[in-house]
């Protein structure tokens, strides 16, 4: 590699998973204009269902990808979130068990020093010295492989 970025892994929320989500948010907006109408608070209300909309897409958009350079991964929760980690701190990366809506979506705390990118679905678990990261992507076997190899790759000079 001659400084140039290599995408490892790239993961999005599922189909089904973005009609549920739409269709909750999509029933709350109606809900919230239909009963402003008689409350007379009908432009308030309707700012909110903007504001709900915005957010509501930035959430179907989230995309989480996991990046390679020479000396470094960078794992991205899209548009919220970049981390470049250091490839001399990773100590392991796994197949872990897919997450659900559950869990979340985006950048979530889940306890232990642990911190998830998740968009639902299969999932890696990176160690580093300092956190565990849990990651969402497609194919978990095949970006754990990779990035252990990128890795090793820098610990090998």
């Known amino acids: 590699m001659n400084g140039t970025s290599t995408l490892i892994s790239e993961a999005r929320i599922s189909r089904g998973s973005q009609k549920v989500i ?10 919230i204009v239909v009963t402003s109408i008689p409350s007379g608070v009908l432009l308030i209300s309707a700012g909110l269902v903007a504001v709900i909309a ?3 897409v930035s959430v179907l958009r989230i995309r989480v990808t996991v990046e390679a350079t020479e000396q470094s ?27 659900s809506m559950t869990e979340g979506f985006g950048v979530r705390y889940l306890g232990q020093r642990t911190w998830g990118l998740l968009v639902g679905g299969p999932a890696i678990v990176l160690e580093t010295p300092g956190r565990t990261w849990l990651i969402s992507t497609p194919d978990p076997e095949s970006t754990a492989a990779s990035v252990l190899a990128h890795a090793s790759t820098l610990k090998d000079r």
Not at 22 to 31: E, N, T
Not at 76 to 86: G, K, L, N, V, W
Request: hydrophobic share 50%; proline share 10%.
């Open 22 to 31: 739409a269709s909750v948010v999509g029933m709350l907006c109606i809900f």
């Open 54 to 56: 915005l957010l509501t």
């Open 73 to 99: 991964l960078t794992v991205r929760c899209r548009p919220f979130y970049s981390r470049a980690i250091p490839l001399e701190d990773v100590v392991d990366a796994s197949p872990a068990p897919s997450s």
